[in-house]
């Protein structure tokens, strides 16, 4: 019998597609976990894997590998895509596809499986990735087509006994990991309808969240943080405690009408406290150590490098060559930024860095003033010149 490997999750969609697979394609299913920080149990996915009809079960243990390479990889572009979303679910299937190609080398699997729709963006990442690492690999997507509602797979897995999390009362589809939680589905699907509290699960409403403002420094070195309030963390325990101390706060909560790969608008509601702090961090701290140029230049970069992430293309050259560039301008982003957090927002109170590029003496307008400011006229003369000779040649309204 070939065999094919499942990106397993335990949650409904997949849950399904290991009884489908096996049942309907007649292929060996060997279910994968790729941890990203699911906080599920590894006994517990494996007896459902299997009561579910998997033929065998891996569990990769990826948390480390995801935040230094991948999270904070996107964050030296500062990554946000559509300037709003920070990408945790499309980071994660870039690290997902290649533990799914290992695997499925591992055990001489024919096929790659996964639980994405033919409407959704995973589908796109999923192949866009296991496609450039192993092409010789058959892509299967039982989701995609056959189009199964979310009600004809509930039900499906009440037919065959399948655990699944969601309910009627509670039909989202929820993909976590350490970088953020994504939640949709349901009553989420009317845009004109805020979402309602029990959706959330990282972050704390205007009413529950802190009365008092959290106050949040982070040290970075050569644009990657490396400590929070003055201790020095591991990647990976620097995000997680700032998950919980930002979102204790409030802050995280982000709902927006987004371009999807596929041409359609959809409502996403996320949550990444950690990731929206560190990125607004590490983006004034690069305001205050890099030239002016750079910064510009950069912003318009880090809006493309977003984006071909979103896209799936994240084993592009493209993105390589993006990647020297970030490391590069990165090399002097070194400081400590301190944030205020309250009910929500994150307000920037102060920036700090050895070799910053603020000048005081130069920006004063009291006492120790070293600007020259007579040179001012000569500088605007020159930079103007241009626009004023047309201007004179072509008065502003003549026809």
Request: aromatic content about 8%; hydrophobic content about 40%; some cysteine.
């Amino acid at each position: 019998m070939e065999k094919v490997v499942l990106a397993y999750s335990g949650g409904l969609d997949t849950s399904v597609l290991v009884r489908i697979l096996r049942e309907e394609y007649k292929l060996a299913v060997i279910a994968v976990h790729v941890d990203v920080g699911e906080a599920r149990s590894k006994s517990e996915l494996q007896r459902k894997a299997e009561k579910a009809g998997a033929a065998g079960f891996e569990f990769v243990e990826a948390q480390d590998e995801y935040v230094s390479d991948y999270c904070f990889t996107a964050l030296q572009a500062n990554a946000l895509y559509e300037g709003i979303y920070p990408l945790n679910a499309a980071l994660s299937r870039a690290l997902i596809a290649k533990h799914l190609v290992a695997v499925a080398r591992k055990h001489g699997a024919t096929h790659i499986a996964h639980g994405s729709t033919g409407k959704g963006n995973d589908q796109v990442r999923f192949d866009l990735s296991s496609r450039a690492l192993a092409p010789e690999l058959t892509i299967l997507a039982p989701q995609r087509e056959r189009n199964i509602t979310r009600d004809a797979a509930m039900e499906y897995a009440k037919t065959w006994g399948i655990e699944v999390p969601a309910t009627a009362k509670k039909p989202w589809s929820i993909d976590e990991n350490v970088w953020g939680r994504s939640i949709e589905g349901g009553q989420l699907e009317d845009p004109n309808q805020e979402p309602p509290e029990d959706c959330y699960a990282w972050t704390k409403g205007e009413t529950t969240s802190r009365a008092d403002a959290t106050l949040v420094q982070i040290a970075f070195e050569a644009g990657r943080p490396v400590a929070m309030n003055g201790e020095a963390l591991s990647p990976l325990d620097l995000v997680k405690r700032l998950n919980a101390v930002a979102g204790d706060a409030g802050v995280g909560r982000i709902d927006l009408i987004e371009n999807r790969v596929v041409g359609i608008k959809s409502r996403e509601v996320y949550e990444a406290p950690a990731a929206l702090v560190l990125i607004q961090a590490r983006r004034e701290l690069e305001r205050l150590t890099t030239i002016g140029d750079v910064t510009h230049l950069k912003a318009d970069l880090d809006a493309a490098y977003a984006r071909l992430v979103y896209e799936g293309r994240w084993y592009s050259p493209l993105r390589e060559s993006l990647d020297a560039f970030n490391e590069s301008v990165a090399k002097t982003v070194t400081g400590t930024v301190t944030m205020k957090l309250h009910k929500g927002a994150i307000r920037i109170i102060g920036r700090s860095a050895e070799k910053g590029l603020y000048n005081h003496k130069k920006a004063t307008y009291g006492e120790g003033d070293t600007f020259n400011h007579r040179a001012a006229e000569g500088f605007i003369e020159l930079v103007g010149m241009q626009l004023v000779e047309f201007r004179r040649q072509h008065p502003v309204g003549e026809k």
